[in-house]
């Protein structure tokens, strides 16, 4: 492999035929220049990003090389750990995302993560690679990230598997769950137990029927009987159902069909006791 452009000591651009491709290993650009030869058995990743690539490098030549070291790193753990590939874009987005929030707290700054407790339950794995890299950030580059950058993390990591939805929508519904939840808690008057089963059920029940209603896809239907005993029996919960359900059409344009606030009923009901 022939180099185009040297990045920093640990990438380079290459061309191949008439596509470039950004190589990395550790020390393959180290004192090389244009036109040098990269021995291909050192060679350890080969991204090909077509309209990303122009960007990546830029990050590359910009970003400090133990930031892209670490964040490198996670990606391969996390990869590991789900035993599957994440998108090309994770290099950039995670990349960029760390050595921002490393910059942040080397400044004296706070990292704040609103979503965190419902990112725990819902992203479960997810936010344990997101732990591990806080711990691996600590150990690498000596300083201290908080549990809330675990979920940025993982929200990252989330939105990087190859069947996931983009960021955009992964913040969204987090964000709906979460006011859900709030609702919940103001219409009852208490303080959810965020460790209980009950709890960590309905947010897995929410995020799959969000997803549903993100892809039309059909809902199970309640039978009408069991539905008006519900109303009838649980009054009080479904009348939060029906909260959650009016705040969600209003704000984002969204309705669950009746059967669904059936089932969240229940729920809650579970929630509640």
Same mark, same amino acid.
């Given at each position: 492999?022939?180099?185009?452009?040297?990045?920093?000591?640990?990438?380079?651009?290459?061309?191949?035929?008439?596509?470039?491709?950004?190589?990395?290993?550790?020390?393959?650009?180290?004192?090389?220049?244009?036109?040098?030869?990269?021995?291909?058995?050192?060679?350890?990743?080969?991204?090909?990003?077509?309209?990303?690539?122009?960007?990546?490098?830029?990050?590359?030549?910009?970003?400090?090389?133990?930031?892209?070291?670490?964040?490198?790193?996670?990606?391969?753990?996390?990869?590991?750990?789900? +035993?599957?590939?994440?998108?090309?874009?994770?290099?950039?987005?995670?990349?960029?995302?760390?050595?921002?929030?490393?910059?942040?707290?080397?400044?004296?700054?706070?990292?704040?993560?609103?979503?965190?407790?419902?990112?725990?339950?819902?992203?479960?794995?997810?936010?344990?690679?997101?732990?591990?890299?806080?711990?691996?950030?600590?150990?690498?580059?000596?300083?201290?990230?908080?549990?809330?950058?675990?979920?940025?993390?993982?929200?990252?990591?989330?939105?990087?598997?190859?069947?996931?939805?983009? +960021?955009?929508?992964?913040?969204?519904?987090?964000?709906?769950?979460?006011?859900?939840?709030?609702?919940?808690?103001?219409?009852?008057?208490?303080?959810?137990?965020?460790?209980?089963?009950?709890?960590?059920?309905?947010?897995?029940?929410?995020?799959?029927?969000?997803?549903?209603?993100?892809?039309?896809?059909?809902?199970?239907?309640?039978?009408?009987? +069991?539905?008006?005993?519900?109303?009838?029996?649980?009054?009080?919960?479904?009348?939060?159902?029906?909260?959650?359900?009016?705040?969600?059409?209003?704000?984002?344009?969204?309705?669950?069909?009746?059967?669904? +606030?059936?089932?969240?009923?229940?729920?809650?009901?579970?929630?509640?006791?």
């Amino acid at each position: 492999m022939r180099i185009y452009k040297v990045l920093n000591n640990n990438a380079a651009v290459v061309r191949d035929g008439d596509q470039e491709k950004i190589v990395m290993g550790p020390g393959i650009a180290f004192q090389k220049k244009k036109n040098d030869i990269i021995p291909k058995s050192k060679v350890e990743k080969i991204f090909v990003m077509k309209e990303e690539n122009e960007k990546f490098q830029q990050l590359l030549q910009m970003v400090p090389e133990e930031h892209i070291e670490l964040a490198e790193e996670i990606i391969s753990y996390a990869e590991g750990r789900l +035993m599957s590939p994440l998108s090309n874009h994770i290099h950039i987005a995670l990349t960029d995302h760390l050595s921002f929030a490393v910059e942040r707290i080397q400044n004296g700054y706070a990292i704040q993560n609103k979503l965190l407790s419902e990112i725990k339950v819902l992203y479960r794995n997810e936010f344990e690679i997101g732990q591990w890299a806080i711990k691996r950030a600590e150990e690498k580059l000596g300083i201290s990230l908080p549990e809330d950058e675990a979920g940025h993390i993982a929200l990252h990591i989330h939105t990087a598997k190859l069947d996931a939805a983009d +960021m955009k929508v992964t913040i969204r519904h987090t964000a709906i769950i979460q006011e859900s939840i709030d609702m919940i808690e103001r219409h009852f008057g208490v303080n959810l137990s965020k460790d209980s089963i009950s709890y960590q059920r309905l947010l897995t029940h929410l995020r799959f029927a969000l997803n549903r209603l993100e892809q039309n896809e059909d809902f199970h239907v309640m039978d009408r009987e +069991m539905l008006q005993m519900i109303q009838k029996t649980y009054s009080f919960a479904y009348a939060c159902s029906e909260k959650i359900a009016d705040y969600l059409k209003k704000e984002y344009g969204m309705q669950f069909p009746e059967s669904e +606030m059936g089932y969240i009923t229940l729920h809650i009901q579970r929630l509640s006791e």
